[in-house]
């Protein structure tokens, strides 16, 4: 058996998830070595994701911890099989590895919500605005690696599913750049916003009660709800939250947020009179 030397953020949640199962049941690692004639050993590399499992291992494993979501269970087989290797593959090792799991949940959701309060998401950013936002980093990118994340990030902007973005005044006044940058930003928001699948909203300054969902995040839905995830900036990178009560929290401050936010018609009208000041 081959570990794997560094699993994606994908390989962590299945992972994770039979793990989940397991304990959920009441059995060690051994009992469940046990069930399934291999050494306990290979369960712990499972469940830290340095080894696969095939489809019908991770289907013997669901009926032995008696998980009757046929759906969840068909959701993890299915990714225990995937054997993608995405357009994000080409920047391993040379950028962050949470940049390349964020684009291949992206890859793999099946609807995402983003409320955004100081920057523009980066799936809707300009070349411009993105080149800005990396170039404030602290300590300084080398210009090579700039280039990368540049690039990168223009290349993880193909939207097929649902996506719904709020987003606050804040982040379409504040300048990353100079006025042009800005302007064509809102000009993009503007064009991106006619998409059949895109929905955007703002929240104006003046929203009463905005504390209770004031902080950024990325909610990717995944094939059954148990597999959706939360990405949220940290200062090293990303972190990203998988467990149900969590999701569930953030589930109802996204809904809460968009209910009293301005509605589609009424947040272009808003970008298009700001994309007019400048």
């Known amino acids: ?10 390989q ?35 469940e830290s994701a340095l080894a696969g499992v095939s489809e019908q291992r991770v289907r013997r494993l669901a009926s032995h911890y008696a998980c009757t979501d046929a759906e969840f269970v068909d959701a993890l087989a299915a990714m225990a099989t995937d054997r993608t290797r995405g357009w994000w593959e080409e920047y391993r090792g040379l950028i962050p590895t949470s940049f390349l799991d964020l684009s291949e949940l992206n890859h793999h959701a099946v609807f995402r919500r983003d409320v955004a309060v100081l920057y523009v998401p980066g799936v809707v950013q300009t070349e411009a605005y993105a080149r ?15 280039e990368l994340r540049v690039r990168h990030r223009m290349a993880g902007q193909d939207i097929r599913f649902p996506y719904e973005l709020v987003i606050h005044e804040a ?12 302007r064509a930003q809102l000009a993009k928001l503007l064009e991106v916003s006619d998409a059949d699948n895109i929905t955007l909203r703002v929240i104006p300054f003046d929203l009463d009660g905005f504390a209770r969902a004031a902080s950024t995040m990325s909610y990717l839905g995944g094939p059954v709800p148990k597999l959706d995830t939360v990405v949220r900036d940290v200062p ?32 272009r009208d808003f970008i298009g009179r700001l994309k007019k000041e400048l």
């Open 12 to 46: 962590m949640r299945l992972a994770t998830e039979l793990r989940r199962l397991r304990e959920a049941a009441g059995l060690t690692s051994r009992q469940a070595a046990a069930l399934l004639g291999v050494a306990p050993a290979q369960i712990t590399h499972i």
């Open 132 to 146: 800005a936002v990396f170039s404030g980093r602290v300590p300084e990118l080398a210009p090579d690696e700039l």
């Open 236 to 267: 090293h990178g990303s972190a990203f939250i998988d467990s149900e009560a969590q999701l569930g929290a953030f589930r109802t401050r996204f809904l809460k947020l968009e209910a009293v936010s301005l509605d589609p018609a009424q947040s």
């Open 171 to 182: 982040a379409l006044r504040i300048r990353v750049a100079d006025r042009a940058a800005s």
């Open 1 to 10: 058996m081959v570990k794997r030397r560094e699993p994606t953020a994908r």
